[in-house]
């Protein structure tokens, strides 16, 4: 089965960075589209951003474009999503996808998904 361990997620003021990474293993990991996700208390969870298997194409959500970055290491098996300008709307859990199909992730949907990392951002 694919695993995906999510990490780097913390507590910290508006305006600050952090960098959340994915770990993947038990797949070929440069055949799948990934794709990073969040849920904040009492809302659904909406995709944030997503990557195609070499890492050419992009998505991002609109509320984010221009703060966070997508990219991911096909050597080492990892995604990231780096998050700069933070603010108390970013507060939320963070989820980690997989699907071989990128329109798929794009879509809302995923074969695979981490267990989360928690994000809060205080004003």
């Known amino acids: 089965q694919v695993q995906l361990v999510e990490s780097g997620g913390g507590l910290l003021q508006a305006g600050g960075s952090l960098r959340l990474s994915c770990a993947s293993s038990g797949h070929t990991f440069s055949n799948y589209a990934m794709g990073w996700f969040r849920q904040a208390p009492g809302k659904g969870r909406e995709i944030v951003a997503a990557?195609?298997?070499?890492?050419?194409?992009?998505y991002y959500l609109d509320s984010v474009k221009g703060r966070f970055t997508i990219s991911r290491d096909n050597a080492k098996n990892m995604v990231y999503l780096q998050m700069n300008s933070l603010k108390p709307e970013d507060t939320a859990v963070y989820y980690c996808?997989?699907?071989?199909?990128?329109?798929?992730?794009?879509?809302?949907?995923?074969?695979?998904w981490g267990q989360g990392t928690q994000v809060t951002v205080s004003s």
């Open positions: 996808a997989a699907d071989p199909s990128y329109r798929a992730i794009m879509g809302g949907r995923a074969n695979y």
């Open positions: 990557i195609t298997w070499s890492g050419g194409s992009t």
